[in-house]
Nanobody, 123 residues
Framework: QVQLVESGGRLVQAGGSLKLSCAAS????????IGWFRQAPGKEREFQAA???????SYTDSVKGRFTISRDNVKKIVYLQMNSLKPEDTAVYYC????WGEGRRIAADYESWGQGTQVTVSS
């Protein structure tokens, strides 16, 4: 099993950019799909993007063209580049790992989770 730590969240103005990182420890990182989810106060945890063990990517419609997910298997890091940020992107962002996953969109399919990183977008 892998352990995950997110970083990179901070306060940013609308229209700005952030790059989140999800650093993994443990064996066989390259065999895991990594998903990014977010949770705003009072809301359910929502899928944002995922990258499969074979580097196939998927995005929720609201972030297509704005967010880009990528992975570096040597460094054991998955990145989420977020551009053109909007106030409604404000949330705690979590990364999660799914062994041999294809980048599924359901949180319950992921076995390991990080502690989250706060992203706040001001208007």
């Amino acid at each position: 099993q892998v352990q995950l730590v997110e970083s990179g969240g901070r306060l940013v103005q609308a229209g700005g950019s952030l790059k989140l990182s999800c650093a993994a420890s443990g064996r066989s990182f390259s065999n895991y799909a990594i998903g990014w989810f977010r949770q705003a106060p009072g809301k359910e945890r929502e899928f944002q993007a995922a990258i499969s063990w074979s580097a196939q990517t998927s995005y929720t419609d609201s972030v297509k063209g704005r967010f880009t997910i990528s992975r570096d298997n040597v460094k054991k890091i998955v990145y989420l580049q977020m551009n053109s940020l909007k106030p409604e992107d404000t949330a705690v962002y979590y990364c999660a790992a799914d062994l041999w996953g294809e980048g599924r969109r359901i949180a319950a399919d992921y076995e390991s989770w990080g502690q989250g990183t706060q992203v706040t977008v001001s208007s």
